[in-house]
């Protein structure tokens, strides 16, 4: 038997839904042939077999959340009957332990050394103990001096994930609407929140409790941005293979505001702060099964045409459920676009665990004075929404200035000024 096991889903994923089973149990199965889907607050991703043969049992069935090695099924090998006389000695050997008992019996009982009160843990190790909600003081180390370790936790919140749900749980835990009225429940539809949805909605709230959050406001005329992209669009797509459009832009201003700003490109560990001299920019990306934020890393080395081909081939993988989990991690700062959809200002709430998020809007031509007159002008209104605990208001209300500054006079980020 080959145990199918959930995979290592990456850094701070610790647990999936069962999306659906390619096959039944019964069927015949090939190597690497996909088998089930997982649905991850990341990514939808699919577990492959790893050997051939026959599906035995389903122990997950569709809609359980599991953990990271979780035993998802079994798979019979063809090859299982020779194996099992090479299995037999090892198995034989619980038997021959009750004999062997007495002598250990004399032997000192091993003891777990316990660290000191006072010593701090690892940043792994409050990660995941604050993202799981299980209390390190409580986990045996396996560490130097009885330390908890990363793997400890992964232990021991598999443990808590498989452990049974209590019965008598506080009816305050879940959300239960009142029941609608008879002619409107026929006409209603209930469908289960996908994995993805359900981690969304936590982790929003989760920033609303724990981050102190603020948004400011300003405005940038893209005047000079537009006409550039006008001027420059056909010979850029003909010469990069790829279109111009804006993101490239805002990229490049934001990272020119990260580096005269690095408390928007911070955050919070416990009691310390983390200063980020790297330059992963977020960028959400609308699908039908939510949002999700892959992550163009050091964007400060990038050209603004190796941005662009980066960002489209996300939004494209991003809409085939393509993504890799790995794309999606990491990421130091969050832009995101509602002018797409139309939204001409709106407070984007943060990607935890960033300190920063820049909020894009419709462009809208209005109305603005220029040298004392009056003419009309494509304006897009920007919102930075931040953590005060990290970030003070001069310092967002400076950032915010320096992305529009940017942006206003493109030559600045040519110059590096």
């Not at 000695?89 to 003891?111: D, F, I, L, R």
């Not at 835990?173 to 006409?187: G, I, L, N, T, Y």
């Not at 990290?390 to 500054?405: M, Q």
């Amino acid at each position: 038997m080959t145990e199918i096991r959930v995979p290592t889903l990456g850094e701070s994923v610790t647990e999936a839904t069962i999306g659906r089973w390619f096959k039944k149990a019964g069927d015949a199965v090939a190597v690497d042939e996909p088998l089930v889907e997982l649905e991850t607050d990341k990514v939808t991703i699919e577990v492959p077999a790893p050997s051939a043969g026959t599906l035995g049992e389903i122990i997950a069935k569709d809609g359980e959340t599991v953990a990271v090695g979780a035993l998802l099924g079994q798979i019979t090998e063809g090859a299982a009957g020779k194996a099992a006389p090479a299995k037999a000695p090892a198995a034989a050997a619980p038997a021959a332990a009750p004999a062997a008992a007495p002598a250990a019996a004399a032997a000192p009982a091993p003891t777990t050394k316990s660290p000191p009160a006072d010593t701090p843990q690892a940043p792994s190790v409050r990660r995941l103990s604050a993202e799981s909600g299980v209390d390190a003081s409580t986990v045996p180390g396996s560490g130097k001096d009885g330390r908890v370790t990363k793997g400890d936790m992964l232990a021991a919140i598999e443990k808590a994930a498989s452990a049974p749900t209590p019965v008598n749980q506080p009816a305050a835990a879940v959300q239960v609407r009142a029941p609608s009225p008879a002619d409107d429940a026929a006409r209603e539809e209930r469908v289960k929140m996908t994995r993805l949805r359900q981690t969304i909605a936590r982790r929003l709230k989760e920033v609303q409790n724990t981050a102190a959050m603020l948004t400011t406001f300003n405005e940038v005329d893209m005047s000079h941005i537009m006409a550039m992209r006008t001027q420059y669009k056909e010979v850029f797509e003909k010469k990069h293979g790829s279109k111009l459009g804006f993101m490239g832009f805002f990229t490049k201003a934001c990272v020119h505001a990260l580096k005269d700003i690095p408390a928007a490109n911070a955050e919070i560990d416990g009691t310390d702060l983390i200063y980020k001299n790297y330059y992963h920019v977020g960028v959400a990306v609308g699908t039908d099964k939510g949002l999700v934020v892959p992550v163009v890393r050091d964007c400060d080395t990038k050209s603004i045409a190796a941005i662009e081909k980066t960002i489209a081939d996300f939004g494209r993988r991003a809409r085939d459920g393509a993504l890799k989990i790995d794309e999606m991690q990491g990421g130091t700062f969050t832009i995101t676009n509602g002018g797409i959809y139309g939204s001409l200002m709106s407070t984007p709430i943060l990607n935890a665990p960033q300190s920063a998020i820049l909020g894009m809007h419709k462009i809208q031509e209005r109305p603005v004075a220029i040298a004392g007159k009056v003419e009309i002008r494509p304006m897009m209104y920007l919102a930075l929404s931040y953590d005060h605990r990290v970030i003070d208001g001069k310092e967002a209300v400076t950032f915010l200035v320096r992305v529009k500054e940017n942006l206003e006079d493109p030559a600045r980020m040519v110059l590096d000024l």
